[in-house]
């Protein structure tokens, strides 16, 4: 049997990966010329996929590209001790260079190494530090300057979901003492790209915040239904089936283009083809991916108020503005227009909506077909 064709649920890479090629382009020349790169999106988007995709395709031994995912970090020494463990490990091949750089750099911290018991090529770093903790913190992030100056090189950074620094305690102080060192460096630029929108947007686009126009924003957009479809189509005909254009149009449609939920869906559909899709075998796949994400949607609404799901059982139902309107706030009991914008925030943080102007949609597009599904309307 054909291997499926489709993936979800991780970083799409190689044939996997749907064509992006201005975004790819543009982040290329961005990482290749040295300019600190925001890129923002919602989850399941595809900007992992795309930052993956264009490190791969970097072919430049004078440029060395790290990847660190700080999605795990939930305070500063989280964040020192990972990404000191990814620079030392990224930039170095054998044990012994991973302990002559951490001795050289970090003098003044005792560095301690702990090894995955599953293999050597996998360890951690621990710091204590007896001198003065500001100029040790300053040291963990001269790191890659202090590497690429010795090795002669240029080092790209891409911090993924870096929104979680907004997170920590006094997280404005933090991000100044991250930009006071980065912005000086020579030899190393900055990829930073993260998952919430709204916490992104207001680190990086706040001009009383730290990070104010640190580097080149790129807002990544959905891949369009006309470079999905022939993927879609394509994919099924490389292995021996048949999807119609009508069809794979109904998928992009169900997933509103969502990079993962496309991906998902068609790995579905593919499956279910005999070898050609009918229709029952396309709305069968939508209630089979419904079904697999039920545990986690009811576990959101479970965290729900009354006055949150009944705005967002509005949005599903198509009121996608004028909720200051009366009768919107009437038919869906929101009781109040200056409700609705305590209401709208609290779901913003939640990372269920977003809001463009005063227009409000779902972030995840199967989330909304659930709450129209199962939830009764008021």
């Not at 022939?230 to 048949?242: A, L, N, W």
Request: charged share 30%.
């Amino acid at each position: 049997m054909e291997e499926n064709p489709f993936v979800f649920g991780k970083a799409v890479e190689g044939s996997f990966f749907t064509d992006r090629a201005a975004d790819a382009e543009h982040l290329e020349a961005n990482l290749t010329h040295g300019i600190n790169t925001i890129l923002i999106s919602p989850r399941r988007w595809g900007k992992t996929s795309l930052v993956k995709k264009v490190m791969s395709g970097v072919d430049r031994r004078d440029i060395k590209i790290i990847y660190v995912d700080v999605f795990s970090c939930k305070s500063e020494y989280d964040f020192y001790k990972l990404f000191a463990s990814a620079i030392i490990q990224q930039t170095s091949s054998k044990i012994e260079e991973w302990m002559a750089t951490a001795k050289e750099f970090l003098s003044k911290i005792i560095t301690k190494v702990a090894f995955s018991p599953d293999s050597i090529q996998e360890y951690s770093l621990s710091f204590e530090f007896p001198g003065g903790k500001e100029d040790s913190e300053t040291d963990i992030l001269q790191l890659p300057e202090q590497i690429a100056k010795k090795k002669g090189i240029r080092i790209v950074l891409c911090l993924d979901e870096f929104q979680q620094v907004g997170e920590f305690q006094d997280s404005v102080t933090f991000q100044k003492k991250l930009r006071s060192v980065w912005q000086h460096q020579q030899n190393v630029s900055y990829c930073l790209f993260g998952s919430k929108r709204h916490l992104m947007t207001e680190i990086f686009s706040d001009s009383s915040k730290p990070f104010y126009k640190f580097g080149d924003m790129i807002f990544l957009k959905k891949i369009p239904t006309e470079e999905w479809v022939p993927f879609i189509r394509r994919k099924f005909q490389e292995t021996g089936k048949t999807i119609s254009e009508k069809q794979a149009e109904k998928i992009c449609r169900i997933t509103e283009n969502l990079s993962s939920y496309v991906q998902h869906l068609s790995w579905i559909v593919w499956y279910k083809a005999k070898p050609v899709v009918e229709d029952k075998m396309l709305d069968a796949a939508i209630d089979e991916l419904l079904e697999q994400n039920k545990v986690f949607f009811q576990r959101e609404v479970e965290g729900l108020t009354e006055l949150q799901l009944n705005l967002l059982r509005a949005v599903a139902n198509g009121v996608d503005s004028g909720f200051g309107k009366k009768d919107v706030i009437r038919k869906y009991r929101l009781e109040s227009s200056a409700n609705v914008q305590g209401i709208k925030k609290s779901l913003i943080k939640k990372d269920l909506i977003d809001v463009d102007g005063t227009i409000i949609t779902f972030n995840d597009p199967i989330f909304k077909l659930w709450i129209k599904r199962n939830i009764p309307n008021v």
